[in-house]
């Protein structure tokens, strides 16, 4: 017993008479002899193994230990963080110094080509409606016409979720799916929101921004698709375009057709479209003897990038400071 007292005591008035302990130390002498492998724990341990009669005096002995040195522990720390403070206020600070500005942030420029499309959209008449961005392999592909071995069903173009028979979209058409299932025609829907694809590169992205637009009623024809989508981009690009149109493929639309643009002295592919399938509108329950539709998509990112000159698309996704600071003077 006259050991750990001595040391115990050798370790208070080391506590109290050194002002040069960090904090880490003090917490090192703490566990040395308060922890749950001190001396003084297995002393009080032991207590029992002790007479009665020598039990509670050597248990007060311990107690008062415990307690004196668990006191000058806290002080050593109350006056570690007072020193420190006291470091602090003696720093000289002028008071007549300019404070540092708040930067202000600013919104990305997805974000701004979001706000700005469904704003077009909306002035010209459409509902801007989102949906979910998990969806079922029917209402990605089987609804829109797509036959079950097409190459896009597969693991290399499509990420699917192995626990459920659910799958990340590949394009928003699937909230045309929703809406066609819940009203009936005449529909006039823009679709804007992110899509998924197995792919990856300078001007691809395994997950985009992407909108659709689907009009449905009676006197559809593929003229106006294609007066639509010009004027749609020409609105958000600010300038008039030079144009073609290039027959395609797409299982949701006959006929179809890609849009290319003239820019920077090259033809640029820049969005699909086409009249409706009629096996998409009976798939949905709507008259074809009544009504047409046509639809047409365009990359949210692509034409951002148009718009500011932007030739990675990844940087659109990697945040830097110096990228987005163009978009606020200011950062």
Request: glycine share 4%; net charge negative.
């Amino acid at each position: 017993m006259d050991e750990i007292v001595l040391a115990c005591q050798e370790a208070i008035e080391s506590l109290k008479s050194s002002s040069k302990l960090s904090a880490f130390e003090i917490d090192q002498i703490k566990s040395e002899f308060l922890g749950k492998k001190s001396e003084l724990t297995s002393r009080f341990k032991s207590l029992k193994d002790l007479p009665g009669s020598e039990r509670q005096a050597a248990g007060q002995k311990l107690n008062q230990i415990r307690q004196a040195l668990e006191a000058v522990i806290v002080n050593a720390h109350a006056d570690l963080e007072k020193a420190k403070i006291d470091a602090e206020l003696s720093i000289k600070i002028d008071p007549t110094m300019q404070a540092r500005q708040k930067r202000q942030g600013s919104l990305h420029p997805l974000t701004l080509a979001y706000m700005e499309l469904s704003q077009i959209f909306t002035s010209m008449g459409f509902d801007v409606v989102e949906g979910p961005e998990i969806e079922t392999p029917y209402r990605n592909f089987f609804a829109l016409n797509f036959p079950e071995n097409h190459p896009a069903i597969t693991m290399h173009d499509t990420f699917h979720l192995t626990e459920q028979d659910l799958l990340l979209r590949t394009h928003t058409s699937t909230v045309q799916v929703h809406a066609m299932a819940k009203h009936q025609p005449p529909l006039r829907i823009a679709t804007p929101g992110k899509v998924y694809r197995c792919d990856h590169d300078a001007t691809h992205s395994p997950m985009f921004n992407q909108v659709e637009c689907l009009v449905i009623d009676e006197d559809c024809n593929f003229s106006q698709v294609k007066w639509l989508l010009v004027k749609l981009c020409e609105a958000y690009l600010g300038k008039a375009l030079e144009y073609r149109f290039r027959p395609s493929f797409f299982p949701f639309t006959e006929p179809s057709a890609e849009l290319d643009i003239r820019w920077n002295g090259k033809w640029l592919e820049l969005a699909g479209c086409g009249m409706v399938h009629p096996n998409v509108l009976k798939e949905a329950k709507i008259d074809t003897q009544k009504y047409r539709g046509f639809a047409f998509g365009v990359g949210i990112d692509r034409l951002a990038m148009l718009k500011y000159g932007i030739n990675d698309l990844r940087v659109l996704y990697e945040n830097h400071v110096d990228f987005l600071k163009q978009f606020n003077e200011s950062l």
